[in-house]
């Protein structure tokens, strides 16, 4: 039973413009949510992150959102950059990371000139 | 900060045989973390240990499976008698105490059992 869902595969996205990743989890105890990003061959890189108690941080062209009721968060790179281009995954903890993170499918980001 | 550093980067065995990954954290990080990935998932969670302890395993790692982290830096994931399902990326993280949820994750050690 996958707790933290991706359900897009990939997107395709013309630079400049805005993207937004979807993510939606299942388990109401995780109070920490974060996106890392990951280039072929390389390991995940933190991106950002939200704590529950919030419900919106930003970071540069980097915004990530928190609806609790909803069980959604997103992801808004704004305008997005060829660089951009790498899978997304979304991930979740509870219990101050003792359990480690729940990570979803991921998502690949395609930036198109 | 030379990283997380993780070796050997591909490994290829035959069914049966017993391998070793080592993993090199970031040097002032406590925390390190073993995941599995395999093709069109997101990492799975294996282990976790504060210094050298081993605080966190995930019913993901069976019997055949190990880690150690004997003096609270360097760890090792050993897999005994593998099977084809092992075959995946395995993954090292790690992280400073207090948990801010950022890992720092090497490039991963990619398995491949005939």
């Known amino acids: 039973d996958q707790q933290v869902k991706q359900n897009s595969p990939s997107l395709s996205v013309q630079e400049g413009r805005i993207s937004i990743l979807n993510c939606d989890y299942t388990n109401s105890m995780f109070d920490y949510f974060l996106w890392y990003k990951k280039y072929p061959a390389e390991g995940p890189t933190f991106l950002i992150s939200?704590?529950?108690?919030?419900d919106k941080n930003e970071d540069g062209r980097f915004t990530v959102f928190l609806n609790k009721s909803a069980k959604h968060l997103s992801l808004h790179i704004v305008p997005s950059q060829p660089g951009d281009s790498a899978v997304y995954f979304c991930?979740?903890?509870?219990?101050?990371?003792?359990?480690?993170?729940?990570f979803g499918k991921g998502t690949h980001l395609i930036i198109q000139p | 900060d030379t990283g997380v550093s993780q070796n050997p980067r591909h490994k290829i065995t035959k069914r049966g045989q017993n391998v070793t990954f080592r993993c090199d954290p970031i040097?002032?990080?406590?925390?390190l973390y073993w995941y599995r990935q395999t093709l069109g998932q997101g990492p799975e969670f294996l282990t976790y240990?504060?210094?050298?302890?081993?605080?966190?395993k995930s019913r993901l790692l069976s019997d055949r499976f190990s880690a150690e982290r004997p003096k609270g830096s360097f760890s090792t994931l050993e897999i005994q008698r593998t099977e084809q399902g092992d075959s995946a990326m395995y993954l090292c993280?790690?992280?400073?105490?207090?948990?801010?949820?950022?890992?720092?994750f090497g490039e991963g050690s990619r398995l491949t059992v005939l």
């Open positions: 993280a790690s992280s400073r105490g207090g948990f801010t949820g950022e890992l720092f």
């Open positions: 240990f504060q210094n050298e302890a081993q605080l966190e």
């Open positions: 040097s002032e990080h406590n925390r």
């Open positions: 939200i704590s529950s108690i919030k």
């Open positions: 991930a979740a903890s509870r219990r101050g990371g003792a359990d480690g993170l729940t």
